[in-house]
C-alpha cells in the first residue's frame, strides 16, 4: 500500500505494477475502496483480486478475480520473462511457499522480498521530557533526540545523515542499522531472525543514549 500510495502521491511511472491481493470475501475485505481509488488514479496499475472463501453473493470476475489463495501459478508468466521484482507481505507460511514457488519458475532469490505478519503496535511509553544523545558514527553527527522527533530514522535524515530507507518503497527490513552503544526500543515487534545489536530505524526510538553505525 506505501508503494501504491507513493506511485499516486508522486505521478511515479512503471511499466507495470501488477497487486495480486488476498482476502476471505466481500465480507472480509480491507482496503477494498481504496485499491478501487488507486486503480483509477494509477493506469499501470493491474489488481488480480483472490477471495479464499467467497460468500454465495460474491461474483467471479466482479468481486473477485480468482477463487482460492494466491499461487506462484498464478502469476503471469510475461512478468517472468520481464524480470519482474517481486515484493510478498502475509504470513510466514504464506511467503515461505511463494518464495519457494517463484524461485522453482526461475525467479532469483535477490529479486525476491518479503514482509511477514507479525503482531503490530507495542505498548510503549516514552516520557514526555526524554532527551537523549544520538550519534552517528559513520557520519560523526551527534544530536539530541526528543520525543518529538520520532523514529531513529526521521531523526537521522533531518540531520543529514544518509540512511537506508527502501522500507518506504516496499523493501521491508533494509534500514536495519547496527547499535553500536546503547540500546533502542522498537515501536513494533521486530523480526526474531533481527540481531540483538541491530534496529529497524524506521519503526524504533532511543532507549537511552545511542550510538548507531550510520
Known sequence: ???????????????????????????????????????????????????????????????????????????????????????????????????????????????????????????VTVPDDASFTVRFGRSGKEVTWTKKDGTLLALGEKAGVKMASGCRVGQCESCVTPVLKGAVTHLVTPSEDLPEDDCLTCQSVPAGDLTLDA
Open 1 to 123: 500500500m506505501s508503494y501504491l500510495e507513493t506511485l499516486a502521491a508522486t505521478g511515479g511511472t512503471v511499466p507495470e505494477v501488477v497487486l495480486h491481493y488476498g482476502a476471505a470475501n466481500s465480507a472480509d475485505h480491507p482496503y477494498r475502496a481504496r485499491l478501487r481509488e488507486l486503480q483509477a488514479s494509477i493506469p499501470a496499475l493491474r489488481v488480480v483480486t483472490h477471495y479464499a472463501q467467497p460468500l454465495a453473493q460474491d461474483l467471479l470476475g466482479s468481486d473477485h478475480t480468482v477463487t482460492g489463495h494466491i499461487t506462484a501459478d498464478h502469476i503471469d508468466p510475461a512478468l517472468l520473462d520481464g524480470r519482474a521484482r517481486f515484493y510478498l507481505c502475509g504470513p510466514a507460511a504464506m511467503t515461505d511457499a511463494l518464495t519457494g514457488a517463484l524461485r522453482r519458475r526461475g525467479v532469483p532469490r535477490f529479486e525476491v522480498f518479503s514482509e511477514r505478519f507479525r503482531p503490530a503496535v507495542r505498548e
